[in-house]
């Protein structure tokens, strides 16, 4: 975790240049312009702890890369939605207490969620569908987008539960899609991308009755990556649980099979990943 932590401070970049850190499930460090933007950090093992039951056991497959604890430099912290692999309690009161400047966006809906697990609530921006928010110290925008966790799920004031994470670094288009699947206008929303970071794990009958709600599976991600004419797919949510894993071999072998020319980098945890136009 300390070799992890010096690489993120210690990576240097030209300018136009995106870092990105790999930490697991759909989670991940990005380093633009002396800014570091934290999206779905499940650092614990929280979910094993707490959501096991009869039918379904969350068991991780391999431990966090580094520790909430450790990420005292953090500037944004991103969260999609709910999901405790998503907004994990453990990860975000860890810190919390480590870090006083970071910011905290989440969806609006979920705001009174992340406050109760001790952000400040002065810290917490809360996103809403299509409207822009600023990164300051980065010359960096992030317009959050609707997604459908197999459906579009809205509260009584029609604000989205699930988002994802549009971001223009300087004219560089990162899209992160937390969970979600493709829906009618979602191409229209995203317009030209550069990085199309996409779950690949799929959605079945049977682990829905289970409680376990999907997202796109890697046919799907490739054609809306290919459909909004991003440069590189980054494959996400196919390795942390058996239930919704999806062997890098098979990722490949779609990706591969697409016939087109793609570009895609399948992450080991813990990897450093630099994407330059």
Known sequence: ???????????????????????????FLVQYNGVY???DAYLSDYVDRNCCSDEVRWVRNYPAPISGGALDFVDYVFCSHAHYDHADPDTLK?????????KYIVPA???????????????????????????????GIVTPVAAAHEQLHADENGNYRELGY?????????????DCCVYDGLCDKLGKLDVAM???????????????VGNMDVNEAIELAVSTGAELLVPMHFDLY????????????????????????????????????
Do not use: W
């Open 37 to 39: 933007l934290l999206i």
């Open 242 to 277: 058996e239930v919704n894993r999806v062997s890098a071999a098979c990722v490949a072998q779609c990706l591969e099979q697409s016939g087109g020319n793609l570009c895609y980098h399948i992450f080991r945890p813990g990897e450093r990943f630099i994407f330059e136009k």
């Open 109 to 139: 809906p979920v705001a009174d969620t992340i406050s109760d697990y001790g952000v400040d609530p002065k810290n917490i921006v809360r996103a809403y569908d299509g409207i822009p928010i600023p990164l300051a110290g980065c010359d």
């Open 1 to 27: 975790m300390k070799n992890l932590k010096e690489k993120m401070l210690n990576t240097k970049l030209t300018d136009g240049q995106i870092a990105l850190f790999y930490l697991g499930q759909e989670g």
């Open 166 to 178: 549009k971001f223009d670094l300087h004219g560089t288009m990162l899209f992160h899609a937390g």
């Open 198 to 212: 996409l779950p690949v794990n799929g959605r079945d009958y049977f682990r829905l009755q289970r409680g376990i």
């Open 94 to 102: 860890a810190i919390s207490a480590a870090n006083g400047k970071a």
